[in-house]
């Protein structure tokens, strides 16, 4: 399983949400780069990166912070936040993403969705976060009434190669990750899932690695590593 450690952006700054609430954010006063560096020393091969300003503005603002890591590091990136046309999603390749994550969008707009599927292949991720089970956008602030489940089950139909898939209940809280969720989603779908949210321990990553769904492909894991919940090298043997 693959383990991708997670670099959430504020004004150029490392931060933790809990729960989507941008009102309840830790700012642990890390230089991004030295972070990505870091996590590049402890064996990462990918690195999950999300503009949370670009999330809520709806474009991305932190590019600079993206170039900066691109350049410091040969690490793999994996940029999401405020990604809603085609535009921005090449200014971020263009800064060094290896792929990007549209959530919003793709939720929004099915013609949307298959055109960018069809034009970047395995370099557009379908990022579906949801709120009990609901799909959530606009940097999680509001909820519709379709499943995610079913949000990826068409997203693969018009296209999608891979997925996100983040419990905003779990994200932040150290709570363990929505383990039937995970396999609800991988059902759903014949392509890869990645997990999201609520990562506390070793034991959550064996949890995960033990899922009866192979479509699991790997989990993302942030605020568990700031914590010192575990070393990222600890993630990686496990």
């Known amino acids: 399983m693959l383990i991708l450690p997670a670099i959430d952006l504020i004004d150029g700054r490392t931060v933790r949400l809990s729960q989507g609430d941008y009102d309840r954010k830790t700012d ?17 091969e990918w690195l999950h990166v999300v503009d949370l300003d670009g999330a809520k503005a709806g474009s991305p603002q932190n590019l600079a912070v993206l170039r900066a890591i ?31 994550v549209l959530g919003s969008r793709l939720a929004q707009d099915l013609e949307f969705a298959e055109e960018v ?12 976060d949801t ?10 602030l509001d909820t519709g009434e379709m499943r995610g489940t079913e949000l990826a089950r068409r997203l693969q139909a018009l296209g999608c190669r891979r997925v996100i898939t983040t419990d905003i209940a779990k994200d932040g809280s150290l709570e363990g990750p929505d383990l039937q969720g995970l396999i609800d989603m991988a059902d759903a779908v014949s392509i890869p899932v990645i997990a999201s949210g609520g990562v506390s321990n070793l034991a959550d990553l064996k949890a995960l690695k033990a899922l009866p769904a192979p479509g699991v492909e790997g ?18 043997a496990v």
């Open 117 to 128: 599927f069809s034009r970047y292949g395995e370099r557009v991720v379908a990022g579906i």
């Open 70 to 100: 691109a350049q410091a590091t040969d690490l793999r990136i994996e940029f999401g936040g405020g990604l809603r046309d085609t535009a921005a999603i090449e200014a971020a390749l263009n800064a060094g993403a290896a792929r990007v």
């Open 131 to 140: 709120r009990n089970g609901l799909v959530a956008v606009h940097g999680w």
């Open 219 to 236: 989990v993302i894991t942030g605020k568990a590593l700031y914590e010192g919940r575990f070393t990222l090298a600890e993630a990686l």
């Open 28 to 44: 642990y006063g890390l230089d991004p780069v030295e972070v990505a560096r870091g996590f590049e020393a402890e064996g990462a």
